[in-house]
């Protein structure tokens, strides 16, 4: 098994910058890539982006694309997502997720087999 520790969300006003990490710990050999989703209220959980543990491929979801970036630190087994110029539309609980299995499509959440707690992130205008 494999469990994940979130932490960095909070309050923020639009257009200022938070820093999420997700520790993973337990079976953690098993891990080929670890993800960020997010929720906000009365939607569905989206893919927001991702990052190969052994290369460090990163993919976003376009909206994020230019302020989030992900990074990884394999020998920490963390994975952090640094969120700049927030906008009230990235309101959301944020979840970190890790992936086990191969072939499967990494933007997509059924394809994560652990997940964390999530973490709300709240962003005013």
């Known amino acids: 098994q494999v469990q994940l520790v979130e932490s960095g969300g909070g309050l923020v006003q639009a257009g200022g910058s938070l820093r999420l990490s997700c520790a993973a710990s337990?079976?953690?050999?098993?891990?080929?890539?670890m993800g960020w989703f997010r929720q906000a209220p009365g939607k569905e959980r989206e893919f927001v982006a991702a990052?190969?543990?052994?290369?460090?491929?990163?993919y976003y979801r376009g909206s994020v694309k230019g302020r989030f970036t992900i990074s990884r630190d394999n020998a920490k087994n963390t994975v952090y997502l640094q969120m700049n110029s927030l906008e009230p539309e990235d309101t959301a609980v944020y979840y970190c997720?890790?992936?086990?299995?191969?072939?499967?499509?990494?933007?997509?959440?059924?394809?994560?087999?652990?997940w964390g707690q999530g973490t709300q992130v709240t962003v005013s205008s």
């Open positions: 997720a890790a992936r086990s299995g191969r072939g499967s499509l990494i933007g997509i959440d059924s394809s994560y087999d652990y």
């Open positions: 990052i190969t543990w052994s290369v460090g491929s990163s």
């Open positions: 337990g079976r953690t050999f098993s891990v080929n890539a």
